[in-house]
């Protein structure tokens, strides 16, 4: 902690020089001089200063994953996209007709996909990895040995798609989930608290617009709490906040309890960052330059955007909220998780339990009754579906299988012509801007 650091923690909750030197026990002059570099600190300064800012803390378990990935490549071969950036099997992937936003066609395994426009080069080829599509693609980077670091190095490598042609890469949106989980030593954050403390004027923040979401539903005459949802930044910004109660969000969608959630999920808040178009770009670009953690970088982020206070009872700001910096400094325990997970069949299987199987328990009586087998023999007769049959691909293809086979090459050394005046440069425009 430098002089400067000290000067403007005291500045932003609009303390004077009085006032902190009575609190760290020294004199006024004294802390001048340490805010202005002629005097050092010793430790029993720090941890006094820790305390009266609440910059200490780091106890509320983390979880921090990638969540939304879509890349955008100006390249007319899908096949090529899947070979050699994602290093997937393009026979694996299905195929349809039709696409999104423009695109015509659309390239799929599960929640994989991969979107094109033969009819229009300048659209190129796109990525699109949601929620689940993150997960299932970390099966293929842990198989290969690999983390979502070297992923986005692959995307700068040179003559990637050989015979030297240089492809037009983007990175057009990135969100990181950052999850605090249950504690069972430590109460978890209230996000009600923070709502009250931006609309009492408690929190300063670089962006220009605050907005919620709460309240109830009803479902078969139960009320249902809906969760509360706080958003940060405009969505058609490039740079966007958006933190909820991740557990009344499952609650509501898979119909459980919040203490059913709490012993199957074991998360409380999600605290989420969307990064589009250049913040995207500027994001990986800084990961790439600095050798630092996307974690790291997410939760500099969070913390440079907004700066939440106490105040007396008179709405006087005193401190940083402690209970907010509970949250930021457990941030810095965290660590990206690779937690792949491979395509399974229990949304049909609770369809099977909810809907389906009285009427075949029913007929299997009737058969054991009878000396009938119709059950099987209709079973053997039904036909699959297009959707069936692709459904049945992803779920029995192993991982191996999914891996294109090839001679790996020497890994390029990984580096790129970035000052590092220009990678100072870059994290100012991507946090200030």
């Known amino acids: 902690m430098k002089g400067e650091q000290i000067k403007k923690l005291r500045q932003r909750i609009g303390m004077n020089q009085t006032t902190l030197a009575e609190k760290l026990e020294i004199s006024k002059g004294y802390l001048s001089k340490i805010e202005n570099n002629q005097k050092k600190l010793n430790s029993s300064i720090i941890n006094k200063l820790q305390s009266i800012f609440h910059l200490t803390g780091g106890i509320l378990p983390m979880e921090a994953k990638i969540d939304f990935l879509r890349i955008r490549l100006k390249i007319d071969c899908p096949t090529q996209v899947i070979t050699n950036i994602l290093k997937m099997d393009p026979n694996v992937f299905g195929y349809k007709s039709y696409g999104f936003n423009h695109y015509t066609e659309t390239y799929f395994f599960s929640e994989i996909f991969i979107f094109s426009n033969p009819n229009d080069i300048n659209m190129g080829v796109m990525i699109e990895l949601r929620g689940q599509g993150c997960r299932e693609y970390e099966l293929i980077l842990e198989e290969r040995k690999e983390n979502w670091n070297d992923f986005f190095w692959r995307l700068y490598q040179d003559d990637l798609f050989g015979k030297g042609v240089l492809i037009d890469t983007k990175i057009t949106r990135i969100d990181i989930a950052l999850d605090e989980m249950i504690s069972c030593l430590y109460k978890n954050y209230d996000l009600h608290e923070l709502k009250r403390k931006c609309e009492q004027g408690l929190v300063d923040t670089t962006f220009r617009n605050f907005d919620y979401r709460g309240g109830f539903s009803f479902r078969k005459g139960d009320r249902v709490n809906k969760g509360l949802s706080l958003y940060f930044g405009s969505r058609q910004s490039p740079y966007y906040l958006n933190f909820y109660e991740k557990d009344y969000e499952l609650a509501k969608k898979e119909g ?43 939760r500099e982020l969070i913390d440079t955007s907004l700066k939440v206070f106490d105040s007396d009872n008179q709405g006087n700001r005193i401190s940083y909220s402690a209970n907010w910096r509970m949250v930021i400094e457990s941030m810095q325990e965290l660590k990206l998780t690779m937690k792949g997970e491979k395509p399974n069949y229990e949304k049909s299987l609770r369809w ?52 294109v086979q090839e001679e790996e090459e020497a890994v390029s050394s990984k580096t790129v012509s970035v000052t590092q005046q220009e990678v100072e440069q870059l994290l100012a425009q991507f946090l200030f801007e």
């Open 256 to 298: 459980l309890s919040i203490e059913m959630v709490h012993q199957k999920y074991g998360v409380k808040n999600r605290y989420e960052i969307r990064l589009a178009n250049e913040k995207a770009y500027l994001f990986v670009e800084y990961l790439l330059s600095t050798g630092e953690t996307i974690e790291w970088v997410a």
């Open 352 to 403: 099977l339990s909810n809907y389906l199987a009285p009427t075949l328990k029913k007929i299997w009586i009737m058969d054991q009754t009878f000396g009938t087998d119709e059950l099987m023999t209709r079973i053997q007769q039904a036909e699959l579906k297009e959707k069936d049959q692709e459904e049945l691909v992803k779920l029995t293809t192993t991982i191996k299988e999914l891996l």
